[in-house]
C-alpha cells in the first residue's frame, strides 16, 4: 500500500510524502509523486497525514466495571478518534491490576476485543511491593500509584515511606512509576454542591506539594517517574527544575486542562469534574507555554469515563473523570492552531511523546521501520460535537455541541483501516 499526502507530519516537519508500507510497516518515505507499484494507492491530496496517537493514560475498566466502558467501546473510539494504541490504567477493573494474576486477567477480558493496540500498566499500593517485579517481568509498561485517595478502595493511595520503597524498588529493575500526584493533607471535602466548592476543596499547591515530593525520591532513589495529569501551573517550576538538574523526572497533561476553564464550567455541568480539577483560564494558558518550552512532555487523554447515575447529583457527589478519548485530537488541534501551533507539534505531543515515554517501539512517528499506523486528517474541518455519535459506552462528554476544528477521516492499524473488525494486539513491555 501507498498513502501520499502534501501535508505528511514526520518528525522531520510537514511536508508532501509517499508512504510505502509492506507487512504491516513503513518501507519507505518517498516523494509524493513517486511512481510506486502498489496493490492500494491512497491519495490524501491536502488532507494531512499523521503518525498514529498513542494515549497512555487509559481507564477502559474491564473486567469487573464493564458497564462503565470496556474494550471493545474503549478501542472503537480511540480508532474513531486517531489513536492507534493505548495503555490501560490499572484500576477501575476488578481486579485490579497488581499482581501478575490480575494481568493474565484483564489480557483474558481484553483478546480479540480490540480495534487498537493495548498495553497494560501494573499497579502500586501498599502491600504488593514484591509483586512488582513479577508484574514487570510480566510485561507492564510500568506502575501507577495514588498518593492521594483513588476513589476506589481495591486501589489504596501509597504515603511517603511506601512510595520511597517502591520507587527504590522500580529503581533496582529500571521500571518507571507513573503517579497521581495530590497531597492529601492539603485537600478538603468539597464544602457544598458547586463547581467553585469543587475546586476550592483541591487546590494547586497539593499539585505542588506531592510534586515535590516526587522530585525529591527522584533524587534518592534514581528512579525513573512520570507524574500524570498537571493540571496546575504552579507544578511547572518544579517540574522545570528537576529537568534542569537532569533527574528523571517528566510530565504529561491533558485536553481538558488546555481547553476548558473553570470560569466556564456550567451550573451542574459535573461532565466536566474531574481530579485534578479545571482551573482557571490564566492556570491555562501557563500550562501551553509549559508544553511549548518541553516541560509537559506529553498530552494524553485520562479518559475515565462512567454511567450516568455517577455523575450526579452535584459537584461535590458526582464521580470525577472526563470521557474525551474520542475527541482527544480535536480538542488539542483547535486550541493549538487557536495559539500559533503546528500539526508537527501535535503529533509530538500526542503521539511521539507518550510513545517514548512507555518505550513503545515502533510507535509515534512517521518513519522507515516503525508500524504503519496512519490518520487520514482534515485540519480545516469544523463540526460541533454530538456526543450521541460518540463510540465512548456513554454519551456523556463536556465537549457536547462545542465546536471543534479537524476531522479523522481514515485510521490505519499498522496498514489496515481500524474499520469495525477488531484487529489490535496486546503489547508486552521490554
Known sequence: MVVRSRRGVTPDGVRPVAVAVRGGRIEALCPYDAELAA?????????????GLVDTHVHVNEPGRTHWEGFASATRAAAAGGVTTIVDMPLNSLPPTVDAAALAVKRRAAEGRCHVDVGFWGGAVPGNLKELRRLHEAGVFGFKCFLSPSGVPEFPPLGPGELREVMAEIAGFGGLLIVHAEDPALLADCAGPSYREFLASRPGAAERSAV?????????????????????????????????????????????????????????GTAYKCCPPIRSAGNRDLLWDGLARGVLSCVVSDHSPATADLKVPDFAAA???????????????????????????VARWMAAGPAALAGL????????????????????????????????????TPYHGHALRGAVLT??????????????TLLRGT
Do not use: M
Open 39 to 51: 496493490a492500494e494507492d491512497v491519495d490524501l491530496r491536502d488532507l494531512a497525514l499523521l503518525p
Open 212 to 268: 515535590e515530593l516526587v522530585v525529591r525520591l527522584a533524587a534518592e532513589t534514581g528512579a525513573r517517574a512520570h507524574v500524570l495529569h498537571v493540571s496546575s501551573a504552579e507544578c511547572l517550576p518544579v517540574l522545570e527544575a528537576a529537568r534542569a538538574a537532569g533527574l528523571p523526572v517528566s510530565a504529561e497533561t491533558c485536553p481538558h486542562y488546555l481547553a476548558l476553564d473553570a470560569e466556564r464550567v456550567p451550573e451542574g
Open 319 to 345: 464521580w470525577g473523570g472526563v470521557a474525551s478519548l474520542q475527541l482527544g485530537l480535536r480538542v488539542v488541534w483547535t486550541e493549538a492552531a487557536r495559539r500559533g501551533h503546528g500539526l508537527a507539534d
Open 361 to 396: 517501539p515502533g510507535k509515534g512517528g512517521i518513519v522507515p521501520g516503525n508500524d504503519a499506523d496512519l490518520v487520514a486528517f482534515d485540519p480545516d474541518a469544523v463540526e460541533p460535537v454530538d456526543a450521541a455519535r460518540l463510540h465512548h459506552r456513554h454519551p456523556i
Open 411 to 424: 485510521t490505519w492499524l499498522r496498514g489496515r483501516p481500524a474499520d469495525g473488525v477488531p484487529h489490535g
